[in-house]
């Protein structure tokens, strides 16, 4: 059983910058691929970034490259989403879920077993 709680959500304005963090609880994260997912209201759930089991691997949507990065400290049990340049199209509850013993980064929901409750991102233009 692995559980994951969000933080570092807030209110930024357009251009600025946040850093969320995932703090996981249980064994498997440390094997396990990680990722961040963002949902707006009245929108579905969408893939933001994901990474493998030891950090080396990473995959981004599109509509994130070169703002967003996703890294992971396995002593510490935590992964990080730093983002950079946000946009108003940005805001959403972000998630972040973990694969539970499978290594490699994907990009379909499907695929994570874990799940947090989210915080909440919102930039104002």
């Known amino acids: 059983q692995v559980q994951l709680v969000e933080s570092g959500g807030g209110l930024v304005q357009a251009g600025g910058s946040l850093r969320l963090s995932c703090a996981a609880s249980g064994r498997t994260f440390s094997s396990s691929a990680m990722g961040w997912f963002r949902q707006a209201p009245g929108k579905e759930r969408e893939f933001v970034a994901a990474?493998?089991?030891?950090?080396?691997?990473?995959v981004y949507a599109d509509s994130v490259k070169g703002r967003f990065t996703i890294s992971r400290d396995n002593a510490e049990n935590t992964a990080y989403l730093k983002m950079n340049s946000l946009k108003p199209e940005d805001t959403a509850n972000y998630y972040c879920?973990?694969?539970?013993?499978?290594?490699?980064?994907?990009?379909?929901?499907?695929?994570?077993?874990?799940w947090g409750r989210g915080t909440q991102v919102t930039v104002s233009s």
């Open positions: 879920a973990v694969r539970g013993g499978f290594g490699f980064a994907v990009r379909g929901s499907e695929n994570y077993k874990y």
């Open positions: 990474i493998n089991w030891a950090g080396d691997s990473t």
